[in-house]
């Protein structure tokens, strides 16, 4: 029966929520009245009458809590963030695989371990284990089998892959499919098994699924006028922040949205948000960059984002601040010129120029040029201006062939510690040399800067789980606190590190000796890489490309090559005696005189997770073909055998990240896109080391600290790196002169 009033029916009409799951229905009140704890659960319809019911008392909650002069604007749906899906609604009906499905062949296995059918999307995810590295060419210029899979049904209906996991949209009524693997990507012909058929049957999903809940908010969240006024009615055709999506993680609130009713051609002319509380105060936060179901579903909204913030002590509402700038067309009469000086051999890709033009009555700053092969043949110069207020983009010409076309933007990006634009010529002759006069026109100016702001509070729901939230465990470094660059007097420890940075501005990049403190800077090697500091802290030992494995002893400033192989991932063992790397054969040892040569693995997809504090143990990392998966090796140097590690669960997998203290007692790894954990193998404790920013390739050091390499995944620098001692949550900050990539780390105890 459905017997709705008028305000019933109003209400279902201009807020169409998607029907309820029955435990929502029981629990929608207490929800709102106490703290929330997300638990998964299964899903299920019921009937529309069910619906309105939940709608009705939601209202009539929401009206008693926060006043009726705001209710429709708090009115909401909600949706689920399904891990390799994305957003969907929670009554989604999804179909999953009613069972793993694997095949080996010649020694190669390949797996089918998921599925998720969903009325808009089909994701369907395998991997092959144990391929050996003999079937890749090693060679870029032959790239092996590009054939893509895709899926078939018994009377031939064929559905093609968007990518490894993602196929076209699989009908409802289809329950069984064939999954054909014509060859395995990128393996040469004739070296591994061909046209894998995998018998494939979905049934609908009943276990609970983990689901985030993410809150979705009308289309637009327009600023209220005052405290007490009715909200500012919505226009269709005004432009205007939307507040669209949010959810708790951790402590963490997060915001998504992007500007209504912006045309196309402001796309890369969108500033940057600002933050403000009740009180005025500006809010820090930062984007986040790994909430790819939210990134997907605003990618194709003008001025999109996702950000991520603290909102324990925040007063509400928020003021969101963002603005887009209006340009002029390309300004002909415009017209200035240079004259450049080339070299004769091109030694750096980069010719430093920081010459000025007048253009436009501005002053414009020429950066640098980028001068490069181009891959249609020819040389392509690409010319760098540093950001300015004004000109946003500038035409370039030599020899009077113009600019390829560029787009204009704001915040391009960001070359030797600068924010640039650039314009490119492509000549089709080659390379320039000696003086050459260069043309610049038709530059673009900013006419008229627009800023808009919106309001947010969260509601009622959302602000319980922020309210239950400030109880949970703080990480030891986090977005708000990174900044925070004062060590402690005395907590600097003596030793040295290899940093890999650039040398010095227009001069290339390469590997650089430095004192922990900042103090000593020796320079290895231009465009050295993968390397590591002896445990004696007196060789270091690095791959040159082409040309093998090296040692170069500090003091002497002298070096000799060891073996012919090339790899990564390098780690001295503790003794001294032994160097392990990841070659394109698989993990491999070496006595560190290169006389002596081990193989614990012949698969070359994987990575060296650390040694044993004795030498004894190599752990190591075998993965899937796409490095998605992998798990625990270890090799004993004393019985010269490999088996899976007995420290975690053996059907476990293991990320890239995966890092083990020397002790063998614990492990670091990221967990939820970017934060990184503690992982206590004795205690079973958990505990996070980071939020919110991005830290990788940790190092162990021998008085119990971790040293992480820091990323601006904005700006796409490193920074100075930073080390954590996971008991007592103590940081400290490497001096700035040490920003970029940390390969070895050396003691002085």
Request: glycine share 6%.
């Amino acid at each position: 029966m459905n017997t709705l009033t008028q305000l019933e029916k109003e209400i279902l009409h201009i807020t169409p929520l998607p029907d309820p799951a029955p435990e929502f229905l029981s629990n929608l009140a207490s929800r709102i009245a106490t703290p929330f704890n997300p638990k998964p659960k299964p899903q299920a319809r019921i009937r529309l009458a069910w619906a309105a019911m939940a709608i009705i008392v939601f209202v009539l909650l929401s009206v008693a809590m926060i006043g009726p002069g705001k209710v429709w604007a708090q009115i909401q749906s909600w949706l689920g963030l399904l891990p390799g899906v994305g957003l969907i609604e929670p009554d989604t009906p999804i179909r999953v695989l009613k069972e793993t499905v694997s095949q080996t062949r010649d020694g190669i296995r390949v797996e089918v371990y998921k599925a998720a059918l969903t009325p808009k999307q089909s994701f369907i995810y395998y991997n092959i284990f144990d391929l050996p590295s003999s079937a890749y060419s090693g060679d870029e210029s032959q790239p092996g089998c590009i054939i893509p899979q895709y899926l078939e049904t018994d009377d031939g209906q064929r559905f093609e892959a968007f990518s490894d996991s993602e196929y076209e949209q699989i009908p409802p009524e289809i329950n069984a499919l064939t999954l054909v693997i014509p060859c395995l990507r990128n393996t040469l012909a004739g070296t591994t098994p061909e046209d894998w058929r995998f018998l494939l049957e979905f049934v609908p999903s009943e276990g609970p699924l983990e689901l985030t809940p993410v809150y979705v908010f009308p289309t637009a969240t327009p600023l209220p006028t005052s405290e007490q006024s009715e909200q500012t009615p919505v226009v269709e055709n005004e432009i205007q922040i939307v507040v669209s999506h949010s959810l708790m993680e951790g402590k963490d609130l997060v915001l998504g949205g992007y500007i209504r009713g912006l045309e196309e051609k402001y796309r890369n002319l969108i500033g940057d948000l600002q933050l403000f509380d009740a009180d005025g105060h500006l809010v820090p936060f930062i984007y986040d960059l790994h909430q790819t179901g939210l990134q997907n579903a605003l990618s194709n909204h003008i001025g999109s984002w996702v950000i991520r913030f603290k909102p324990e002590m925040v007063a509400f509402p928020l003021e969101i601040r963002q603005s887009y700038v209006e340009i002029s067309s390309a300004l002909k009469g415009e017209r200035a010129s240079l004259t450049l000086t080339f070299p004769d051999e091109y030694s750096l890709n980069d010719l430093s120029v920081n010459q000025s033009i007048e253009i436009a009555g501005e002053s414009m700053e020429l950066y640098f040029v980028r001068a490069q092969p181009s891959q249609f043949g020819g040389y392509q110069y690409d010319f760098y201006f540093k950001e300015h207020p004004v000109i946003k983009n500038l035409e370039v010409s030599m020899q009077g062939i113009p600019s390829l076309p560029q787009t204009t933007c704001i915040r391009c990006s960001e070359m030797h510690g600068e924010p640039v634009f650039m314009s490119s010529v492509w000549m089709e002759t080659g390379a320039l040399h000696g003086n050459v006069s260069v043309e610049f026109g038709k530059p673009v100016k900013v006419i008229e800067t627009v800023t808009l702001t919106q309001s947010f509070t969260p509601p009622a729901d959302l602000l319980s789980q922020i309210h239950s939230a400030a109880d949970e465990d703080q990480a030891c470094i986090d977005f708000l606190n990174v900044s925070e660059r004062d060590n402690p007097d005395g907590t600097m420890p003596n030793g040295k590190v290899l940093i890999y940075q650039e040398i010095a501005p227009f001069e290339g990049y390469g590997l650089v000796l430095y004192d922990l403190d900042g103090s000593e800077r020796k320079i290895i090697g231009n465009n050295l890489t993968h390397s590591e500091i002896s445990p004696d802290g007196k060789t270091i030992v690095y791959f040159m490309r082409d040309k093998g494995l090296w040692l170069f002893d500090i003091a002497s400033e002298s070096s000799k090559q060891i073996s012919d192989l090339q790899g990564s991932d390098l780690r001295w063992s503790p003794d001294g005696k032994w160097i392990a790397f990841q070659s394109f054969a698989g993990a491999t040892i070496m006595s560190s005189d290169g006389s002596q040569i081990l193989k614990p693995s012949e698969q070359g997809v994987g990575n060296i997770v650390g040694w044993s504090a004795d030498s004894l143990r190599l752990y190591f990392r075998k993965a899937s073909s796409n490095d998605s998966q992998g798990r625990l090796f270890v090799y004993s140097l004393q019985t010269d055998k490999t088996e899976l590690s007995e420290m975690i669960d053996a059907e476990s997998f293991i990320s890239r990240s995966f890092t083990i203290s020397p002790d063998e007692q614990s492990a670091v790894y990221v967990q939820s896109g970017q934060n990184w954990v503690l992982d206590n193998f004795r205690t079973g404790e958990v505990k996070q080391l980071s939020n919110g920013i991005t830290l990788y390739d940790p190092v162990w050091l021998e008085n119990g600290w971790i040293l992480f390499n820091l990323y601006d995944p904005i700006r796409g620098t490193n920074g100075a790196p930073l080390m954590i001692n996971p008991d007592t949550c103590e940081v400290i900050h490497l001096p700035e002169e040490l920003s970029g990539q940390v390969f070895g780390v050396w003691l002085d105890q």
